[in-house]
């Protein structure tokens, strides 16, 4: 499956937006999709999944974020709210069969990534 994350920019604290990822390929229904992000000089970090069990967010932006999907479009949303200077990154989208995970290495398939910068 091909990943195609888009949305990001450049954003002042307490904005929001939405970032989007479309997949194409095998049945979209059947992956879980997850989304990361890694700010400069830092290390991926979890953002939060959504797959057959539900949808789970990282502490740092739970309340914040929200994640949907439309199968009918194969397109999975991650709607940020209220966002600060920290959650500034390269925010990615991933998939893997059916199940979501807080481990980025346990997806299969990544998306090339959109900057997300929040000013202060």
């Known amino acids: ?15 929001s937006l939405r970032l989007s990822c479309q997949a194409s390929g095998r ?19 979890f953002v939060g999944a959504i797959g057959w ?7 740092s932006v ?7 999907r439309d199968n009918a479009e194969n397109t999975v949303y991650l709607q940020m709210n ?19 995970s807080r481990n980025g290495r346990d997806y299969a398939y990544w998306g090339q990534g959109t900057q997300v910068t929040v000013s202060s």
């Open 62 to 68: 739970k309340g914040r974020f929200t994640i949907s």
């Open 82 to 100: 209220s966002l600060k200077p920290e959650d500034t990154a390269v925010y990615y989208c991933a998939a893997r069969d059916l199940w979501y």
């Open 27 to 45: 049945t979209f229904r059947n992956y879980a999709l997850g989304w990361f992000r890694q700010a400069s000089g830092k290390e991926r970090e």
């Open 53 to 59: 069990s539900g949808i789970i967010y990282a502490d």
């Open 1 to 15: 499956v091909q990943l195609q994350a888009c949305g990001g920019g450049l954003v002042q604290a307490g904005d």
